[in-house]
């Protein structure tokens, strides 16, 4: 079955430290984004990328950094620069609007919590 | 830029009755789109319903319907005939249409979120 697949579900953080959250579609999909997800505050966009080799900083980009390497994965690394990194992250992708138009809905993970210890 | 703003933090509901979720948003654009999802306890993202700026008919799927008013700015979802899995959090987000001068706006927004319990 096509979907996105995050891992881990769960993952605990020393501070200081780096950590990479992997993101995996078998959607064929062109785009794809990273949120975070804080208690009250929904969901902020991180970094989207629409085409291989390129992205694009969203409204919360510092402290993180991703790579867009292949099609199918969009990895998230939340670097020792991110100073609250505790939260709920949530990889999603789609069928670029400008090849569908705006009506393309987003598929998302199922997320990874990330706790810094 | 883009602002969805939905002011219910929270929403109850008795199971049977319909429930109607506020979702205002704010563009200068003439071409967006306007989504709802539900998030469970789970924390899966399920998409719902999708309406278009050029859409004339107000969007359907099933129990839930969006209540489109394009001069208000306003996406209401309802949701009729609530039931206890209808309990979640619900999302409004929106895209704006992409232009070839900005190269294209793959930005999809969330709004904060409505928290519905439904009541036995």
């Known amino acids: 079955d096509g979907g996105i697949t995050q891992s881990p579900k769960y993952l605990f953080r020393k501070e200081g430290q780096n950590v990479t959250l992997s993101c995996e579609q078998n959607?064929?999909?062109?785009?794809m984004y990273w949120y975070r997800q804080d208690p009250g505050q929904g969901l902020r966009l991180i970094y989207y990328?629409?085409?291989?080799?390129?992205?694009q900083k969203g409204d919360i980009a510092e402290g993180y950094s991703v790579s867009r390497e292949k099609k199918e994965s969009f990895p998230l690394t939340v670097t020792s620069a991110q100073k609250n990194p505790t939260a709920f992250y949530l990889c999603?992708?789609?069928?670029?609007?400008?090849?569908?138009?705006?009506?393309?809905?987003?598929?998302f993970g199922q997320g990874t919590r990330l706790t810094v210890v | 830029a883009q602002k969805i703003t939905q002011t219910q933090p929270g929403m109850f509901v008795q199971e049977k009755e319909a429930v109607t979720l506020d979702c205002t948003y704010d563009t200068s654009d003439q071409s967006y789109g306007l989504f709802w999802y539900k998030q469970p306890s789970s924390g899966e993202m399920i998409f719902l319903i999708y309406?278009?700026?050029?859409?004339?008919q107000n969007a359907t799927e099933g129990r839930y319907s969006l209540n489109f008013q394009k001069a208000r700015k306003s996406a209401n979802l309802v949701i009729s005939a609530s039931q206890l899995g209808d309990s979640a959090m619900y999302f409004c987000?929106?895209?704006?249409?992409?232009?070839?001068?900005?190269?294209?706006?793959?930005?999809?927004?969330f709004g904060k979120g409505t928290k519905l319990t439904v009541n036995p």
């Open positions: 987000a929106m895209r704006e249409a992409p232009t070839y001068t900005q190269g294209g706006s793959e930005k999809l927004v």
């Open positions: 999603a992708s789609s069928i670029p609007p400008s090849r569908r138009g705006i009506s393309t809905e987003a598929f």
């Open positions: 309406q278009g700026s050029y859409d004339e």
């Open positions: 990328s629409q085409i291989v080799n390129d992205f």
């Open positions: 959607l064929n999909h062109d785009a």
